[in-house]
C-alpha cells in the first residue's frame, strides 16, 4: 500500500464505499430471490457412460422413482374387515388426486384366471366378508409375489403403492404431500408410514431451509461473541462484524444471479463464510492493534497492516480457496457448486477486509483497546514459555510425532469406503426410520433395474431358449442377489401360468411348452389397452427388455460385490449369450459416485500441495522450504484419516470432501508463519531470532483464528444431516491439530533443516 495524500484516500475511500454500498444493494436484493433445490440426481457423476446409458433407459421404460410407498399398519392384525375397508377408502381417497396416475393396494388386487378357450376372469383377492377372510389370507400368502409386497410377512401392515406423475416440480411434490397427509389425517390407523422421491424432496428442502436460517443465526452470534471478548470494545465489534456480513450478503447474491440454488451441502455456508470472513478480519485487526501498542501512528498502523498482513492473507485466501475450488474434480454437480460458491465467498472476504477495514479504521477513532496492555503482556508470555518448551524438548517432540504418524497410520488403513441412501440421516431421524421399516417390511426399497439387450431390433423374447437364459437370470437375482422381482417376463409368465392352472402355486413357473408361451403372449397383447404389461417389459424396438424390482439397501461395499458375483455368473453360465446385461437403476448410477471418489479425492489434495508449494516457492525460492511448509499440514490429514478409521466413519461424498478443504485452511497459518519469518529474514535477523519474533507475533493470531474456526465448524453439529455434522467435528480436529504442528513441529524444521 503506497503512502498517498490524506485528500487522494477521502476521494479514492467515497470511491470505495459507494461501489461497495451500490454492489451490497444490488446483492441484498438478489439474495432475497435465492431458492432451495434438492434434486438427488445432480449427484449423479457427470460425464459418465453409464449415467448417460440411465438417461436412456429411462426413455424407454417409466422412471424408477416417481413413487410413493405408503406402510399402513394394524398391530391386531390386516385381515380386519373394518380394518380393510378403511383402507380401501383410504386408496380410493388418494386414487382421486389430480397427480395420482394409479394406486395398488391389498384391498383392490385382483387374481387372474384364463381358461383353455381363452376367456378370462378375475377375482379380488379380499371377499368383503368376515367368513371368507380367513380362505383370503391363506390364498394371498401362497401367491409368493404379493409378500413383502402389498402385504408384510408378518401380517401386520399392508403397503399402498402410489404411482403419481413423472418429474414432480417441488410446488406439486409439496402438494401431493400435502393431500396424502390430509387425507391420513381423517382415518385412525394405528401407524402410517410414506417413502419416495416427493417424499424425501419435502423433507431435505424443508430441513435446508430451517438449517440455513438456524446457521445463519448461530454464527452471527458466534461472531458477536468472539469479537467481543477478543477486543472488549464496540469498535471491534461493529467494524469486522460489518465487513463479515457484507460477504455473506455478496456471496449469496452473487449464487442468486447466477441462477444457483441452495443444495444440501451449500447450508453450511453461512458458517464457513463467517469463520474464514473472521480470520482475515482478526489477523488485520490484531496487527493494527499491536502496531498502535508499540507507538505507532493511525495511518502510519493502517498501511504498516496492509503491507506486511495483505500478501501473507491473501495467499491464505488463495490456498483456501484452491482447497475449495478442487472440489471442480469430483465429477458430482452439488459437489462443483459447493467448492464454487465457497471458493467466490473465500476471495470476497478477503476484497471487503482489505478495501473496506482500512477505510473504517481511518474515520473512527483509536479504539480503547490499544491502551490495555496486560492481555498482551499474557500473550508474550505464553507464547515464549511454549516457544523455550519446544526448543528444549526437540527430542520428545520428534519422537511422539513419529509415534503419533504410526498409530495414525494403522487407523487410517481401516479407513472403508462405504454409503447408504439414507445414512446422511441420523438415526433419530423420522424420516431414516420409515424408511428403514419400509425396507425391511416390504421387500427394500433400494430401486433395482437390469437392461437386458438383444443384438438386433425386433427380437422375439418369448422365443423358448432366449426366455430360457432371462428365467435363469431372473432366479439368481430372486436366490442369491436378493432382488424382490416386481417385473419381469419370466414374472408375468409364471403368474399367467398359475391363473391357467386355476390358481394352482405349483404352476407359478415359466412354462416349458412354446405353444403355450405363445398362447400367453396373445393374450398379453390382448390386454395391452387396459394393462400395459408389454409397454413396461419390453421397449417400442423390441431390442430391449428389463427385470425390474427392489432390494434392502446393502451399502455400497456389498452391493459391488454382488454386482461382481452376478456379472460372474453370467459370464459362466451364458458364455455364449446373445444378450448384453446392464444395470440401470438410480441406486446404481449413485453409487457410481464412490468409484470415482478415491481419485478425485487424490486430485484434489494434489492439486492443494501444488498451490502451496508454489506459493512457498515464490516466498522463498528454496525447495527444502517448500517440503518444510507441506510437512505440518500432511499430519492432521493423516488424523482425521485415523480418527474416520478408528470410529467407523465411512469415506463418502459428505465425508471425502473435508480432505481438501481441512488442507486448504489448514495451511493459512502456516503460510502466516512463514511469511513473518521472511519478513525478518530480510532484516537480517538470525534464523534463531527471526523464529523467535515469528513465534511471539504470529502465535496469538494464529490461536485465536483457529479458535474461532473451530468454534465455527463445531456449530455444524446441531445439523440433521450426518454429513454435515462430520464435516465440522472432522475440519475442527484438523484446525486444532495443525495448530499443535504450526507451533511445536514447524519451528523444529526450520531450526533444523533451514539455512539461511
Same mark, same amino acid.
Not at 274 to 294: A, C, N, T, W
Not at 438 to 449: H, K, M, S, W, Y
Not at 479 to 506: C, K, M, W
Not at 563 to 575: L, S
Given at each position: 500500500?503506497?503512502?498517498v495524500?490524506?485528500?487522494?484516500?477521502?476521494?479514492?475511500?467515497?470511491?470505495?464505499?459507494?461501489?461497495?454500498?451500490?454492489?451490497?444493494?444490488?446483492?441484498?436484493?438478489?439474495?432475497?430471490?435465492?431458492?432451495?433445490?434438492? #434434486?438427488?440426481?445432480?449427484?449423479?457423476?457427470?460425464?459418465?457412460?453409464?449415467?448417460?446409458y440411465?438417461?436412456?433407459?429411462?426413455?424407454?421404460f417409466s422412471?424408477?422413482?416417481?413413487?410413493?410407498?405408503?406402510?399402513?399398519?394394524?398391530?391386531? !392384525?390386516i385381515?380386519?374387515?373394518?380394518?380393510l375397508?378403511?383402507?380401501?377408502?383410504?386408496?380410493?381417497?388418494?386414487?382421486?388426486?389430480?397427480?395420482?396416475?394409479?394406486?395398488r393396494?391389498?384391498?383392490?388386487?385382483?387374481?387372474?384366471f384364463?381358461?383353455?378357450?381363452?376367456?378370462?376372469?378375475?377375482?379380488?383377492?379380499?371377499?368383503?366378508?368376515?367368513?371368507?377372510?380367513?380362505?383370503?389370507?391363506?390364498?394371498?400368502?401362497?401367491?409368493?409375489?404379493?409378500?413383502?409386497?402389498?402385504?408384510?410377512?408378518?401380517?401386520?401392515?399392508?403397503?399402498i403403492?402410489?404411482?403419481?406423475?413423472?418429474?414432480?416440480?417441488?410446488?406439486?411434490?409439496?402438494?401431493?404431500? !400435502?393431500?396424502?397427509?390430509s387425507?391420513?389425517?381423517?382415518?385412525?390407523?394405528?401407524?402410517?408410514?410414506?417413502?419416495?422421491?416427493?417424499?424425501g424432496?419435502?423433507?431435505?428442502?424443508?430441513?435446508?431451509?430451517?438449517?440455513?436460517r438456524?446457521?445463519?443465526?448461530?454464527?452471527?452470534?458466534?461472531?458477536?461473541?468472539?469479537?467481543?471478548?477478543?477486543?472488549?470494545?464496540?469498535? !471491534?465489534?461493529?467494524?469486522?462484524?460489518?465487513?463479515?456480513?457484507?460477504?455473506?450478503i455478496?456471496?449469496?447474491?452473487?449464487?442468486?444471479?447466477?441462477?444457483?440454488?441452495i443444495?444440501?451441502?451449500?447450508?453450511v455456508?453461512?458458517?464457513?463464510?463467517?469463520v474464514?470472513?473472521?480470520?482475515?478480519?482478526?489477523?488485520?485487526?490484531?496487527?493494527?492493534?499491536?502496531?498502535?501498542r508499540?507507538?505507532?501512528?493511525?495511518?502510519?498502523?493502517?498501511?504498516?497492516?496492509?503491507?506486511?498482513?495483505?500478501?501473507?492473507?491473501?495467499?491464505?485466501?488463495?490456498? /483456501?480457496?484452491?482447497?475449495?475450488?478442487?472440489?471442480?474434480l469430483?465429477? $458430482?454437480?452439488?459437489?462443483?457448486?459447493f467448492?464454487?460458491?465457497t471458493?467466490?465467498?473465500v476471495?470476497?472476504?478477503?476484497?471487503?477486509?482489505?478495501?473496506?477495514?482500512?477505510?473504517?479504521?481511518?474515520?473512527?477513532?483509536t479504539?480503547?483497546?490499544?491502551n490495555?496492555?496486560?492481555? !498482551?503482556?499474557?500473550?508474550y508470555?505464553?507464547?515464549?514459555k511454549?516457544?523455550?518448551? /519446544?526448543l528444549?524438548?526437540?527430542?520428545w517432540?520428534?519422537?511422539?510425532?513419529?509415534?503419533?504418524? *504410526?498409530?495414525?497410520?494403522?487407523g487410517?488403513?481401516l479407513?472403508?469406503?462405504?454409503?447408504?441412501?439414507?445414512?446422511?440421516?441420523?438415526?433419530?431421524?423420522?424420516?431414516?426410520?420409515?424408511?428403514?421399516? *419400509?425396507? /425391511?417390511?416390504?421387500?427394500?426399497?433400494?430401486?433395482?433395474e437390469?437392461?437386458?439387450?438383444?443384438?438386433?431390433? #425386433?427380437?422375439?423374447?418369448?422365443?423358448?431358449?432366449?426366455?430360457?437364459?432371462?428365467?435363469?437370470?431372473?432366479?439368481?437375482?430372486?436366490?442369491?442377489?436378493?432382488?424382490?422381482?416386481?417385473?419381469?417376463?419370466?414374472?408375468? @409368465?409364471?403368474?399367467?401360468?398359475?391363473?391357467?392352472?386355476?390358481?394352482?402355486?405349483?404352476?407359478?413357473?415359466?412354462p416349458?411348452?412354446?405353444?403355450?408361451?405363445?398362447?400367453? =403372449?396373445?393374450?398379453?397383447?390382448?390386454?395391452?389397452?387396459?394393462?400395459?404389461?408389454?409397454?413396461? *417389459?419390453?421397449?417400442?424396438?423390441?431390442?430391449?427388455?428389463?427385470?425390474?424390482?427392489?432390494l434392502?439397501?446393502?451399502?455400497?461395499?456389498?452391493? /459391488?460385490?454382488?454386482?461382481?458375483?452376478?456379472?460372474e455368473?453370467?459370464?459362466?453360465?451364458?458364455?455364449?449369450?446373445?444378450?448384453?446385461?446392464?444395470?440401470?437403476?438410480?441406486?446404481?448410477?449413485?453409487d457410481?459416485n464412490?468409484?470415482?471418489?478415491?481419485?478425485?479425492?487424490?486430485k484434489?489434495?494434489? @492439486?492443494?500441495?501444488?498451490v502451496?508449494?508454489?506459493i512457498?516457492?515464490?516466498?522463498f525460492k528454496?525447495?527444502?522450504?517448500v517440503?518444510?511448509?507441506?510437512?505440518? #499440514?500432511?499430519?492432521?490429514?493423516?488424523?482425521?484419516?485415523?480418527?474416520?478409521?478408528?470410529?467407523?466413519?465411512?469415506?463418502?461424498?459428505?465425508?471425502?470432501?473435508?480432505?481438501?478443504?481441512?488442507?486448504?485452511?489448514?495451511?493459512?497459518?502456516?503460510?502466516?508463519?512463514?511469511s513473518?519469518?521472511?519478513?525478518?529474514?530480510?532484516?537480517? =535477523?538470525?534464523?534463531?531470532?527471526?523464529l523467535?519474533?515469528?513465534?511471539?507475533?504470529?502465535?496469538r493470531?494464529?490461536i485465536?483464528?483457529?479458535?474461532?474456526?473451530?468454534?465455527?465448524?463445531?456449530? @455444524?453439529?446441531?445439523?440433521?444431516?450426518?454429513?454435515?455434522?462430520?464435516?465440522?467435528?472432522?475440519?475442527?480436529?484438523?484446525? $486444532?491439530?495443525?495448530? $499443535?504442528?504450526?507451533?511445536?513441529?514447524l519451528?523444529?524444521?526450520?531450526?533444523?533443516?533451514?539455512?539461511?
Amino acid at each position: 500500500m503506497k503512502k498517498v495524500g490524506s485528500s487522494s484516500f477521502k476521494k479514492l475511500s467515497f470511491v470505495i464505499c459507494g461501489c461497495i454500498a451500490l454492489l451490497t444493494v444490488l446483492f441484498t436484493y438478489q439474495a432475497t430471490k435465492l431458492q432451495f433445490n434438492y #434434486n438427488f440426481e445432480e449427484f449423479f457423476p457427470a460425464n459418465d457412460s453409464e449415467a448417460d446409458y440411465f438417461y436412456n433407459y429411462r426413455q424407454n421404460f417409466s422412471t424408477d422413482n416417481d413413487f410413493i410407498l405408503i406402510s399402513v399398519e394394524n398391530q391386531a !392384525g390386516i385381515f380386519n374387515l373394518n380394518f380393510l375397508e378403511k383402507l380401501e377408502a383410504f386408496r380410493k381417497s388418494i386414487q382421486r388426486l389430480d397427480l395420482v396416475e394409479s394406486t395398488r393396494a391389498i384391498s383392490n388386487e385382483k387374481e387372474f384366471f384364463i381358461y383353455k378357450n381363452g376367456k378370462t376372469s378375475q377375482r379380488p383377492y379380499i371377499g368383503w366378508k368376515d367368513s371368507l377372510l380367513p380362505k383370503d389370507s391363506i390364498n394371498i400368502y401362497e401367491n409368493e409375489e404379493l409378500i413383502n409386497s402389498l402385504v408384510s410377512k408378518d401380517g401386520k401392515a399392508v403397503a399402498i403403492l402410489v404411482q403419481h406423475q413423472n418429474y414432480l416440480s417441488k410446488a406439486k411434490s409439496d402438494r401431493i404431500n !400435502g393431500e396424502i397427509d390430509s387425507i391420513a389425517q381423517n382415518f385412525t390407523f394405528d401407524k402410517v408410514r410414506m417413502s419416495g422421491r416427493v417424499i424425501g424432496q419435502k423433507f431435505y428442502i424443508d430441513t435446508m431451509t430451517v438449517e440455513l436460517r438456524f446457521f445463519l443465526a448461530l454464527s452471527v452470534l458466534l461472531i458477536i461473541i468472539v469479537l467481543w471478548l477478543a477486543f472488549r470494545s464496540l469498535w !471491534g465489534l461493529l467494524l469486522p462484524l460489518l465487513v463479515i456480513v457484507l460477504s455473506l450478503i455478496w456471496i449469496l447474491g452473487i449464487m442468486s444471479l447466477l441462477n444457483e440454488p441452495i443444495n444440501i451441502l451449500l447450508t453450511v455456508l453461512p458458517s464457513i463464510m463467517f469463520v474464514v470472513g473472521m480470520s482475515d478480519v482478526i489477523h488485520f485487526v490484531s496487527k493494527y492493534i499491536e502496531l498502535l501498542r508499540q507507538g505507532m501512528s493511525k495511518n502510519k498502523a493502517i498501511r504498516t497492516t496492509f503491507n506486511e498482513v495483505g500478501l501473507a492473507t491473501f495467499l491464505t485466501s488463495l490456498t /483456501t480457496a484452491v482447497g475449495f475450488f478442487s472440489l471442480f474434480l469430483v465429477e $458430482v454437480k452439488p459437489v462443483q457448486k459447493f467448492g464454487m460458491a465457497t471458493g467466490i465467498g473465500v476471495f470476497v472476504a478477503f476484497v471487503l477486509t482489505f478495501s473496506l477495514l482500512p477505510i473504517l479504521f481511518y474515520y473512527t477513532k483509536t479504539p480503547p483497546i490499544v491502551n490495555r496492555k496486560a492481555g !498482551g503482556k499474557n500473550w508474550y508470555s505464553l507464547l515464549h514459555k511454549s516457544f523455550a518448551f /519446544t526448543l528444549k524438548n526437540r527430542k520428545w517432540i520428534a519422537l511422539t510425532s513419529l509415534l503419533f504418524l *504410526l498409530i495414525c497410520g494403522y487407523g487410517a488403513s481401516l479407513l472403508k469406503q462405504d454409503n447408504y441412501l439414507m445414512d446422511d440421516l441420523k438415526a433419530s431421524s423420522v424420516m431414516k426410520q420409515n424408511f428403514n421399516y *419400509l425396507d /425391511t417390511t416390504f421387500g427394500g426399497v433400494r430401486p433395482f433395474e437390469l437392461a437386458i439387450e438383444a443384438p438386433h431390433s #425386433n427380437f422375439n423374447f418369448f422365443e423358448k431358449d432366449a426366455l430360457q437364459e432371462i428365467t435363469a437370470v431372473d432366479k439368481y437375482l430372486k436366490q442369491e442377489y436378493g432382488v424382490n422381482i416386481r417385473l419381469s417376463l419370466p414374472f408375468v @409368465l409364471s403368474i399367467a401360468n398359475r391363473s391357467s392352472h386355476a390358481g394352482d402355486t405349483s404352476y407359478y413357473k415359466v412354462p416349458n411348452r412354446q405353444k403355450t408361451i405363445n398362447s400367453y =403372449r396373445r393374450q398379453l397383447k390382448v390386454s395391452e389397452s387396459k394393462t400395459h404389461l408389454l409397454s413396461r *417389459l419390453i421397449d417400442s424396438t423390441s431390442k430391449m427388455t428389463r427385470i425390474s424390482g427392489t432390494l434392502a439397501d446393502l451399502g455400497n461395499i456389498e452391493t /459391488t460385490r454382488r454386482n461382481k458375483a452376478f456379472f460372474e455368473f453370467i459370464d459362466e453360465e451364458f458364455p455364449d449369450s446373445k444378450f448384453e446385461y446392464k444395470l440401470a437403476s438410480t441406486a446404481h448410477i449413485l453409487d457410481k459416485n464412490m468409484s470415482y471418489l478415491s481419485g478425485s479425492l487424490v486430485k484434489g489434495l494434489l @492439486l492443494a500441495t501444488l498451490v502451496v508449494a508454489l506459493i512457498m516457492g515464490f516466498l522463498f525460492k528454496d525447495l527444502k522450504m517448500v517440503v518444510i511448509s507441506i510437512i505440518p #499440514n500432511i499430519l492432521p490429514l493423516v488424523l482425521i484419516a485415523a480418527v474416520m478409521g478408528y470410529f467407523g466413519i465411512e469415506l463418502k461424498i459428505t465425508t471425502a470432501i473435508v480432505y481438501t478443504i481441512s488442507f486448504g485452511i489448514a495451511v493459512d497459518d502456516t503460510i502466516h508463519f512463514l511469511s513473518k519469518f521472511k519478513l525478518e529474514l530480510n532484516k537480517g =535477523r538470525s534464523v534463531l531470532y527471526a523464529l523467535k519474533r515469528s513465534y511471539l507475533s504470529t502465535g496469538r493470531a494464529i490461536i485465536l483464528t483457529s479458535i474461532i474456526l473451530c468454534s465455527g465448524f463445531l456449530l @455444524l453439529i446441531f445439523s440433521d444431516f450426518l454429513g454435515t455434522v462430520y464435516m465440522g467435528l472432522m475440519i475442527s480436529i484438523t484446525l $486444532v491439530s495443525a495448530v $499443535v504442528a504450526d507451533l511445536f513441529i514447524l519451528p523444529l524444521l526450520l531450526l533444523y533443516f533451514y539455512k539461511k
